[in-house]
T-cell receptor, first 116, second 114 residues
């Protein structure tokens, strides 16, 4: 399968614990995005990378959230001291910058986080 | 006001019917527009881009009215497999940081009834 992959697919944690999610984009894609989706809502943008550079962060991304893409390939999203409000689906997407304004973002299957 | 607004539905329509979804966006500087489809507990997938001249892909027709900041999706001869949530998506909203993010509406849930 050459699509975007995410790991784990599901994560249950207790409030206050740290969690880390991984995203592997489509291999030739240089842009990687993180979104968060809660029940009944559309995905909300969190952050994105072009190669290894983090170019944009949403105000939703509090100090407890950090994302990295150290070699411009896979990315990790870490949430420290999780809160119940962090429960959501975390979606990763990738795209090829050459696509311009109409570049298609391809989404992974998501990591579903439940904070107890 | 939300940046992208959609009627959340649900829309329950009989198989074979025509159904239309509408969406409005608030920022006139938005540069590109899309419809994504999301099946239950799955990731969003691109259904079609929406061009200024309007475009069609089989049973699906998308239209954009920049003056009214309005996007539509028409599904003709609906199939059971069309049951999903349809997300209106806008790209290039001006932010403090950049304009590459996608901004999604809440989605419109469609159920096709046999």
């Amino acid at each position: 399968d050459t699509g975007v992959s995410q790991d784990p697919r599901h994560k249950i944690t207790k409030r206050g614990q740290n969690v880390t999610f991984r995203c592997d984009p489509i291999s030739e894609h240089n842009r990687l995005y993180w979104y968060r989706q809660t029940l009944g809502q559309g995905p909300e943008f969190l952050t994105y990378f072009q190669n290894e550079a983090q170019l944009e962060k949403s105000r939703l991304l509090s100090d407890r959230f950090s994302a990295e893409r150290p070699k411009g390939s896979f990315s990790t999203l870490e949430i420290q001291r999780t809160e119940q409000g962090d429960s959501a689906m975390y979606l990763c997407a990738s795209s090829l910058v050459a696509g311009g304004a109409w570049e298609t973002q391809y989404f992974g299957p998501g990591t579903r986080l439940l904070v107890l | 006001r939300k940046e992208v607004e959609q009627d959340p539905g649900p829309f329950n329509v009989p198989e074979g019917a025509t159904v239309a979804f509408n969406c409005t966006y608030s920022n006139s500087a938005s540069q590109s527009f899309f419809w994504y489809r999301q099946d239950c507990r799955k990731e969003p997938k691109l259904l079609m881009s929406v061009y200024s001249s309007g475009n069609e892909d089989g049973r699906f027709t998308a239209q954009l009215n920049r003056a009214s900041q309005y996007i539509s999706l028409l599904i003709r001869d609906s199939k059971l497999s069309d049951s999903a949530t349809y997300l209106c998506v806008v790209k290039g909203l001006l932010t403090n940081f950049g304009n590459e993010k996608l901004t999604f509406g809440t989605g419109t849930r469609l159920t096709i009834i046999p």
